[in-house]
């Protein structure tokens, strides 16, 4: 896996307002490539910015990534050109996947070192940025979800910026495995017992998944 990574473009965005179904909505989805070098701080990068604080941002997912290996399909289905950030996630790269890459892993990026934390858990703002109304359905079926990391060392990054993975998780469970838990997971309790052994799950997952663990005793 380690083999032909890096990254394609780096974005940012502060939340912008849209019409979602006749409403305002607030929104941080609206990024734009940048060259950069921008800091990497241990909530987000400079410059950049979430709306929706409950759901989005905070150490476990200081950077949204996603994999320009899906770009292709997407300009299939939806019959458009997909520009980068179409996903609003603040990098796209290359050679990391959800079925390869581990909760965990460790990466240097630029200056910045960086874990993989969670999967990118999709929401109606990716139906109002692409006017598709079943859009977050699409992405579980597909698994193409994107993921998260945490800040382990702050640093500067750019867009031409080398992506290296420093460490591979003992554990060995693929982002995919823990989006497919949390889609239909909830009668799982062998895997939902794997994954709140993983310290590197983010905090609110693994606190999901024991909930649903003790409903099920």
């Given amino acids: 896996m380690t083999a032909g990574i890096g990254i394609v473009s780096l974005n940012v965005g502060k939340p912008v307002t849209v019409d979602y179904l006749g409403k305002d909505l607030s929104t941080g989805i609206y990024k734009q490539p940048v060259q950069g070098p921008l800091y990497l701080g241990s909530a987000n990068f400079t410059g ?12 476990d997912k200081a950077v949204c990534v996603y994999p320009f290996e899906h770009y292709a399909y997407w300009e299939e289905v939806l019959g458009k050109k997909m520009e980068h950030a179409s996903f609003g996630e603040n990098l796209t790269v290359r050679g990391l996947l959800e079925d390869t890459v581990c909760i965990g892993d460790v990466f240097k990026v630029g200056d910045a070192v960086v874990q993989v934390s969670q999967p990118r858990y999709p929401c109606f703002k990716l139906s109002q940025k692409h006017g598709v109304k079943d859009m977050p359905a699409q992405v579980l079926t597909t698994g193409y979800s994107g993921f998260y990391l945490r800040v382990l060392e702050e640093g500067h990054v750019s867009a031409d910026s080398q992506l290296v993975q420093l460490e591979s998780h003992p554990a060995q469970v693929t982002v995919l495995e823990v989006l497919k838990l949390l889609t239909n997971g909830r009668q799982d309790e062998t895997g939902l017992r794997r994954m709140v052994e993983i310290e590197a799950l983010a905090e609110k997952v693994r606190h999901k998944f024991e909930g649903w663990i003790e409903k099920l005793q």
């Fill in 48 to 59: 950049d910015g979430q709306a929706d604080l409950v759901n989005h941002g905070g150490p």
